[in-house]
C-alpha cells in the first residue's frame, strides 16, 4: 500500500499547485524586481516559517537568499533524507514546473517523505 500524504505535507503540495508563487531556481527565495520567486523548497519554508522581512518574502535566518532549506522545517515535514536534494533537482536541473513537481510527490510521498504528518 502506498504511503498517503499528510495534512501538512498536502498544504506544501497543493501550495505548489495554487500558482500563487512565482517558481525561482537556485534560492530557497530570491526578490527580482519586486517579486519573490520560490523554489519548491522556499515554499515549504514561507508556509511553516513566521519570519518575514519587511517585503513579506520568509527570512532565514539572517539571510534572505539562502540555498539550504532549514532543518526544523525540513523535521517538520519528516522529509526523507535525500528528498531536499532530489527535489531541488527537479525544481533547479530537470526543468520541472510546480504542477509537475507536486504530481510526482502526490504520486511518490514515500521517496520524499519518511511518513505522513
Not at 510526482?104 to 504528518?117: A, D, Q, T
Amino acid at each position: 500500500m502506498t504511503q498517503p500524504l499528510g495534512p501538512l505535507q498536502l498544504k506544501w503540495v497543493e501550495a505548489l499547485e495554487s500558482g500563487d508563487y512565482l517558481q525561482g531556481k537556485r534560492y530557497l527565495c530570491q526578490v527580482y524586481q519586486g517579486e519573490a520567486h520560490w523554489c519548491l523548497l522556499g515554499v515549504a519554508c514561507d508556509l511553516y516559517s513566521k519570519a518575514k522581512n519587511d517585503t513579506g518574502v520568509v527570512a532565514f535566518g539572517n539571510h534572505w537568499d539562502t540555498r539550504a532549506i532549514p532543518y526544523s522545517v525540513k523535521r517538520k515535514l519528516k522529509m526523507t533524507d535525500k528528498a531536499p536534494g532530489g527535489l531541488t533537482y527537479l525544481n533547479d536541473f530537470a526543468g520541472k514546473t510546480f504542477m509537475e513537481i507536486a504530481s510526482i510527490m502526490r504520486n511518490n510521498p514515500s521517496r520524499f517523505f519518511e511518513e505522513p504528518v
